[in-house]
């Protein structure tokens, strides 16, 4: 049985998921990019090693098989427990882990023309970002028990990327 103290950041991602109900790994991808996206990022690789962790450790049961073999998760009264205990523990530092901003630290070694392109392609994704960010804070009151709380991240999704459009705004191009 896996032990509450050894759930990581990943596996407690994924539980929180499992609340809304069962979900293939497929689909706990798409959801962590979904709600997750603006912060905290969960790969492909990263669920598909957890879940036969989670499930062995009786934190998540095997649900039903679905279409080309793919099968669902569902969470677990253990797996409800670690969830709440790794949300109460309140361990652990943040990292910002970005590398368009370490790109931005070394833009000094590019050519005019390549930091341009640096940041032009930043602004594009951050502006994208962004639209989509404020999309969410404009919905974020859908759900009424967690709305102070999706609409206090979906705030914080919308100020990060503000702040990495003003890093790049201050970025010397020429």
Known sequence: MTEVNTVNATAAALLGLLHAGPMTGGQLVAAAGERYGAFFSVTRSQVYRELPVLAEGGLLRLGARGARASQQYA????GRRAFKAWLIAGEGTDHLRSPLILRVLHAGSLTVRQ?????ERGRSEYAER??????A?????STPASAPYTRAVAEFAVAHNRAVLALLDSVPTD
């Open 75 to 78: 969470l677990t009264p253990a």
């Open 130 to 135: 962004l639209v989509r960010a404020e999309e």
């Open 137 to 141: 804070a404009k919905s974020a009151d």
């Open 115 to 119: 930091r341009r392109a640096l940041v």
